[in-house]
């Protein structure tokens, strides 16, 4: 779906022949961490008509910030303004993982749940998930639950991500809806008074 949204952008925003760029502002980091919160950092690339590619590829490659790695490597996974390059792509997302960026952790450990780019690896998406989930990521704390609904994992790390779920914020009800039934689910499989224990610490970092 992300492809599909940022060619449209790109077929939509190419400038008539002869219409002047306007100079576009690098983003600082926490813009940048904001728009990949929100899955909108591909397509600004794109309403920005790709004059930051230089600015993002120097911030990435030489000053190695883990926020432009993410953004680097997924324009190069997805071919965002720049030749597509999925090995290379993939290089940078884990180079941003491995600096902590709990964005790139989640994204690492939903393709290799998923199968994106490469071979279905539920053992090392639960080790990316983890890491993330630890760092208050609800999209990985929300992966992982369905990941050990369906029986993979350790009953050990049940009660961190309970309590991860017991604690994340969220003011969409949706959302609340879903924390709730994989909390339950959570619960089932586990006795009364580690729920209870669950509940009370704080798994994150």
């Known amino acids: 779906m992300r492809i599909f949204i940022v060619l449209f952008f790109l077929l939509i925003l190419t400038p008539a022949q002869g219409q002047s760029l306007q100079a576009v502002q690098i983003y600082t980091d926490d813009q940048l961490l904001n728009l990949i919160k929100e899955n909108k950092h591909l397509s600004q690339v794109v309403l920005?008509?790709?004059?930051?590619?230089?600015?993002?590829?120097?911030?990435?490659?030489?000053?190695k910030m883990p926020s432009y790695q993410f953004l680097w490597g997924d324009m190069l996974a997805y071919g965002v303004c720049v030749k597509k390059d999925i090995a290379l792509g993939l290089?940078?997302?884990q180079l941003a993982a491995?600096?902590?960026l709990s964005e790139g952790l989640e994204q690492m450990g939903?393709?290799?749940?998923?199968?994106?780019?490469?071979?279905?690896?539920?053992?090392q998406a639960i080790v990316f998930l983890k890491a993330a989930a630890a760092m208050n990521n609800l999209a990985a704390q929300m992966r992982l639950a369905?990941?050990?609904?369906?029986?993979?994992?350790?009953?050990?790390?049940y009660p961190a991500l309970y309590s991860q779920l017991h604690h994340a914020l969220t003011d969409d009800k949706a959302t609340h809806k879903k924390?709730?039934?994989?909390?339950?689910?959570?619960?089932?499989k586990m006795p009364a008074h580690v729920v209870k224990a669950a509940k009370k610490a704080d798994y994150t970092n």
């Open 98 to 100: 491995d600096q902590g």
């Open 48 to 63: 920005d008509e790709c004059q930051l590619v230089e600015d993002i590829e120097a911030r990435a490659v030489k000053a």
């Open 110 to 123: 939903r393709y290799y749940h998923v199968g994106k780019f490469m071979q279905v690896d539920i053992e």
């Open 179 to 188: 924390i709730s039934q994989l909390k339950k689910q959570l619960a089932a």
């Open 91 to 93: 290089h940078y997302m």
């Open 146 to 157: 369905n990941i050990y609904q369906q029986g993979y994992g350790s009953p050990l790390d």
